[in-house]
């Protein structure tokens, strides 16, 4: 039976909770354990799918179509682990379940509480799809104190009882803040929020302590004192210059040493960190710059597009160059010359969106990058946005446009009610509820031998991940195809076009899916790897 993790946060949010697990999964990986990680989200939403991206930050789509926490991403970034549906649990899931199984009779007449009904939910949700793992790690969203988080914290107490010793670990993430003034570090924080947890019931195996500043022994001698743990079970997690080096400064300080103990696997085989070590030497000695303008809409909030960010450092980790990021506003463009910030990129990209502010201003990003032979990648909206574009300028279709805003004299974007998953034909009504009724998860493309895509790739089967309700309209394809635009991925049923790209432009692709939800440091996406070495390229040129 797996071991489980528990990893709390208190103090503060924003700490990097989501990191640290991912990080501890991968240290633990990297001695050889079967690992998995799973997130519990204490707010009232079945999931995040239907949340905007500025209060929530980026979506993260499994390959089984679930939409969930950007914290997967992180997992599945540092371990390789595909994440499932069953890795992201929200309050809203489990009482929908709940209420649904007392509406059934489920419940035979008596009264449903949270404790014990809620708490044995949550514990089937933890406990499920566990076989075969040595750890599943289990970080509960939010910080102790919350009153919403009190069922999970709840649940995982009892299950800390159930399991028995050995068979779990509880580790709480704080911060000790350094405050200028007194040029000191403070403990009480930390000191309140282990307090809180112990009035749960739970008393934490580990502290892991966030600080700007080493921590003195006396200090963590101090903060064990008062919650209860020998000092080298109060680690310090300072910051670091890159999150890769994350792993390897948590194994420095004796993080996953310290955790193995706990559950008394005192021999575990020594950690294989050398592809760690790699990837910061990379980061750190960059052969080039590179400079990349990406086009979109949720600017302010940066945990928007966190995957798509990550895949972009990714590709340059590929070719050893840093890739700097022009963040831009396509709005900017509706009303200024779209050259004069884009004169100096030597790539532009254009991510996922929806609704009508802005489009044109992305019309106009990737008509300066046709025009200009700018390497180009639309990711599906930015796609949508390429299509409209070599619709209007290319094939003459005045008031091409998809039918997600409006109705377009020439709909060349529109929505698809049917399609085929496996062998299962899909549906999806056009004016169906907002939640959970998009084309998600891991669908096949098929790429047509000797394009550009099936070069970058290597290959001409790929399956990769959606996001999206509309797909470019077949209609219109052969019209675009005989203006030099050209079809060169198709869903295999050959019924929806997955990847559309200019044969005569240096690097111009755009891709119905998401490629950034499976890139990885390990493994950088073969789209983003492409994509940055013709920024290179194009670099060179200037
Ligand atoms: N808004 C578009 C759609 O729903 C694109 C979605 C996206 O970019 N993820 O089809």
């Known amino acids: 039976m797996a071991r489980l993790i528990f990893i709390t946060g208190g103090v503060v949010s924003s700490l990097g909770k989501g990191l640290a697990s991912a990080a501890l999964g991968a240290l633990l990986q990297a001695r050889g354990y079967k690992v998995r990680l799973r997130k519990l989200d204490p707010y009232l939403n079945v999931d995040p799918g239907t949340m905007s991206p500025f209060q929530h930050g980026e979506v993260y789509v499994t390959d089984d179509g679930s939409e969930t926490d950007l914290d997967l991403g992180h997992y599945e970034r540092f371990t390789g ?19 649904e199984k007392e509406r059934k009779g489920g419940y035979l007449g008596r009264t449903v509480q949270v404790i014990p009904h809620v708490t044995d939910m949550i514990k089937e949700f933890v406990l499920a799809e566990t076989d075969g793992l040595d750890f599943l790690l289990v970080e509960i969203g939010g910080t102790v104190g919350d009153i919403e988080g009190l069922p999970f914290f709840e649940a995982i107490r009892q299950l800390s009882n159930d399991l028995g010793r050995g068979q779990t670990a509880f580790i709480h993430l704080t911060l000790v803040p350094y405050i200028e003034a007194a040029g000191e570090l403070k403990t009480k924080p930390t000191q309140h929020s282990v307090k809180e947890l112990r009035a749960i019931g739970i008393q934490p195996d580990i502290l892991l302590c966030r600080a700007s500043h080493p921590i003195p022994e006396e ?44 559950f008394g696997l005192d021999n575990a085989p020594p950690p294989d960190l050398s592809r760690w070590q790699d990837v910061v030497d990379r980061v750190k000695n960059p052969e080039g710059e590179v400079r990349i303008a990406v086009v979109g809409k949720y600017m302010q909030v940066k945990d928007s597009y966190k995957s798509l960010s990550e895949a972009l450092d990714h590709g340059g980790l590929a070719n050893n160059v840093k890739v700097h990021l022009d963040w831009i506003d396509s709005e900017v463009f509706e009303r200024e010359d779209a050259a004069v910030f884009l004169e100096g990129v030597n790539a532009i990209l254009v991510p996922g969106g929806f609704g009508e502010r802005g489009t044109e201003g992305k019309i106009n990003a990737v008509k300066f990058a046709r025009e200009r032979n700018v390497p180009f990648l639309g990711i599906c909206y930015g796609l949508h946005m390429a299509v ?27 929505l698809m009610t049917e399609w085929v998953k496996g062998n299962q034909v899909e549906t999806r009504a056009a004016d169906g509820d907002l939640g959970g009724t998009m084309r998600l998860g891991a669908y096949t493309a098929m790429l047509t031998p000797g394009s550009k895509v099936a070069e970058v790739y290597g290959a001409t089967e ?17 019209q675009l195809e005989q203006h030099g635009m050209t079809v060169s991925g198709w869903s295999p049923d050959g019924r929806l076009p997955e990847i559309m790209e200019i044969p005569s432009h240096p690097w111009f692709i755009g891709v119905q899916f998401h490629p950034e939800l499976k890139s990885r440091p390990l493994e950088p996406h073969p789209l983003f790897t492409g994509f940055v070495a013709a920024a290179v390229q194009k670099s060179r040129l200037v």
């Not at 020998?230 to 040493?257: K, M, N, S």
Request: with cysteine.
């Open 81 to 99: 682990v595909s994440a499932l549906k069953s890795d992201n649990v929200t309050s809203g899931r489990i009482y929908s379940q709940v209420i």
């Open 219 to 262: 200090e963590r001698r101090k903060i064990g004192l008062f919650c209860n743990l020998p000092a080298d079970r109060v680690i310090p997690a300072l910051d670091v210059d890159t999150i890769y080096r994350v792993p390897l400064a948590y194994h420095d300080v004796g993080l996953d040493t310290q955790l193995l103990r706990v």
């Open 388 to 414: 409209i574009e070599a619709a209007r300028d290319l094939a003459g279709l005045e008031g091409a446009g998809t039918t997600e805003i409006g109705h377009p004299k020439h709909p060349v974007i529109g």
């Open 462 to 478: 790929i399956s990769e991940r959606h996001r999206h309700r509309y797909e470019v309209n077949t209609d219109y394809a052969r």
